[in-house]
């Protein structure tokens, strides 16, 4: 197929050598449409100067590319070059980078928690710094790409969803939407490889250490951005397992009385048609079937008032890389699953 101007970019990839930036590196090469500038790490990175498929063997046939220190001579050649900036950089970096390429008219897709929030007063109780950078945070468009398909197609700053709310909020926003929901607390667990801690070694994710647990009860960053996105309270509870990628989110939500099997079925029919969606009632989705896949599956069961929404994801795909990769498909005005399939 011939892309026209308007449907092809050229694109630079920052924080390229990350367990997200290798994926996004991939198919950024793999997409027929984008034109991979260059490939980025801090500016005095260990790894400036080594070729990204030295770090990951597996992609070598794909990426021959080295990466680059983020000088500002490089930054300057970004601006001067690049339709669009993947950021997969922690999200204080984020913050700090964006609006720079933003003030040069750029397109920035952070795959970062910098610009999900609503609320700058929400980042330092579950970012841990206060963000100073308002007036980005307010045209910040969250990037869940099924739903949000126009305002992602017109946006020059996309908030990429993190792993765990990507997983929830496809189970349940067709019930929410579909006004199904009763007003009570909706209960999430989910379960992460570890692969969700990045790549830099810490003692939580040192395979001896590694078990099934869960961690930030009440309190992870992804409470808020769930809550946000469904308008509604939910209990978050992550788990870290020993497995390498994937995540298996497990919702538990009350349905109003009068609610049938048919109000059900009508209201995950949003779903169909969408090409990386797969949706079925009494499914059960297993991470095996969607590690290395774009695709959501989700499973939805109900005894009386009560509904188990299931959803499978791989948390560095449709978790991260590739729903970044349908932002930018959504801007291009090419379809949803355009290099993905
Ligand atoms: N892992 C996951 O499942 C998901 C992660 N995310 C988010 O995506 C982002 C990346 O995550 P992940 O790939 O796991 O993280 P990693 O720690 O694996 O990678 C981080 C990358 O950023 C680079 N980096 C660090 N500091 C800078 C800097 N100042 N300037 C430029 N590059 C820098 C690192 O290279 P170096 O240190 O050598 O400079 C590395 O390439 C994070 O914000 C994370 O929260 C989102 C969804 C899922
Ligand atoms: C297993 C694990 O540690 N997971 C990460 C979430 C990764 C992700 O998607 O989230 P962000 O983009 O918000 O960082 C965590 O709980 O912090």
Redesign the pocket.
Known sequence: MQYTAAQSQSVAI??????????LTRLVQQHPALNLLGC?????????GSLLSDLHPQYAHLVKLP?Q??SSHEKDFIKGSADTVF?????G??V??APEFLAAGLKVI?????FRLNRVEDYPAFYGFEHEQNQWLEQAIYGLAEWYPQEIAAAQLVA????YP?AALMALLPVKQAGLLSDNKIIINAV??V??????ASLTNHGAELSLQAYGLFEHRHTPEIAQQLQQDVLFTPHLAQFP?G?LATVYAELNDDVSDTDLDKAYQCYAGQPLVRCERQARPAIKNVVQQPFVDIGWHRQGNQLIALSAID??LK???SQAIQCVNLQLGLALEEGLL
Not at 14 to 23: D, F, H, L, Q, R
Not at 110 to 114: N, R
């Open positions: 920052i924080g390229a050598s990350g367990y997200v930036g290798v994926e980025y790490v801090s500016e005095h990175s260990s790894d400036a990466l220190g983020l950021l997969c950089t922690d999200h970096v984020s700090e980078l952070d795959l970062s928690g910098g990429v969803p993190g792993c990507t992460s490889g692969t969700g801690a990045g790549r830099k990628r995540i948390n560095l978790g991260a890389a």
